[in-house]
């Protein structure tokens, strides 16, 4: 997630974006470190939502009232957002394959050794300055940005009818069209900025939120236990939507709690400002051998220790990634190169 510098920042999405960046790590550690994908887990209910918040808040810090979209302007964001986001990735991809040993199809496939994220929000920012230069501002682009992002969620799940040619196959591959489905959350993201008063009012309603909140703990407890093909793009649909309702109105309705004042919310803000070096550094840092203690957990649950235990290990990987960081930022050059920061 690239560090977006305003003029005014929002505490509470600041907090936001440091609780993503934890979950993010977290899972990496369920995965690589536990390799317990698949299995049975307390940490199924955070990783099933971490991506969805991840590009809903990239979405929402990327929508600017004021902006003006114009081939001159569009040319000159995507300019930077390609130094910001592409640049970086390309570079630690390239060393972390190296350091591992991995081949060029690990950096050319989908996950991009991890560094997907980034190069898919760049199509991200693709999508949507080319949404905004097809459809002025107006009633109609909040409608033909939804169904754009639909069209493009659909086209997500279809991959056994883009593949039935090599060409389609490679071009499925290679762009990693599978995840171009959180396209739709950052649209997501964008829309309820430019909606935020609409949004607040429908949250407060304490009947729309008891159904929200019951929604997404019916979503954490049997969502898994439907089978049904369609099921899968659905599940996605309605579960990240109720993820972003929820989460998103707690740290709203609870930003005292999260300001720069108190313990809690400074820390998770400065994580929230550091996510593209925590990103982008992390992968250099995981444990990646601890099978027995993932086995363990997914043999004898315990989501109080699994929970405790995880997150010591995301901590001390964060705050290493930190320090890497701070290290990098000595210089300005390197600090735009391969932390996506401003030019000095």
Known sequence: MPEIINTKRIEYVDAL??????L???????????????????TNILVNFFLVLFFFVSGYVAYKKDAEWSLSSVGTLLKKKFVQL????????????????????????????????????????????????VVKKGKAYDLFLLL?????????FSHELIERTQLGTDLFHYLGMKNWRF??????????????????KLTDNRYWMALFVLGFFAMVFCANKITLRIWQ???????????????????????????STTKLGYCMQFIGKRTMDIYMIHYFLLPRNLSVLGNWFASNPNPAVEFFITTVIACMVMILAMVVGNVIRLSPFLTCYLLGGKKE
């Not at 974006?17 to 934890?22: I, W």
């Not at 570079?91 to 190069?119: K, V």
């Not at 739709?184 to 607040?200: A, N």
């Not at 649909?237 to 709690?257: A, M, N, P, Q, W």
């Open 86 to 133: 592409i640049i970086p990735a390309v570079i630690f991809c390239t060393i972390f394959c190296w350091w591992r040993g991995h081949g060029i199809d690990t950096a050319l496939a989908p996950s991009n050794a991890g560094y997907w994220f980034t190069i898919h929000l760049f199509y991200f920012y693709v999508f949507y300055a080319v949404t905004n230069l």
């Open 148 to 156: 754009f992002a639909m069209v493009i969620f659909c086209i997500s």
């Open 233 to 259: 793009p659905l599940n996605m649909l309605i579960y990240g939507i109720l993820s972003i309702t929820v989460i998103f109105t707690f740290f709203r309705k609870h930003e005292d709690s999260f300001r």
């Open 17 to 22: 974006r440091g609780f993503t960046m934890y």
């Open 24 to 42: 993010v790590v977290y899972a990496h550690i369920w995965s690589f470190g536990y390799h317990a994908d698949g299995k049975d887990s307390f």
């Open 183 to 200: 396209f739709l959350f950052f649209c997501i993201g964008i829309l309820i900025r430019k909606h935020f008063d609409s949004f607040v």
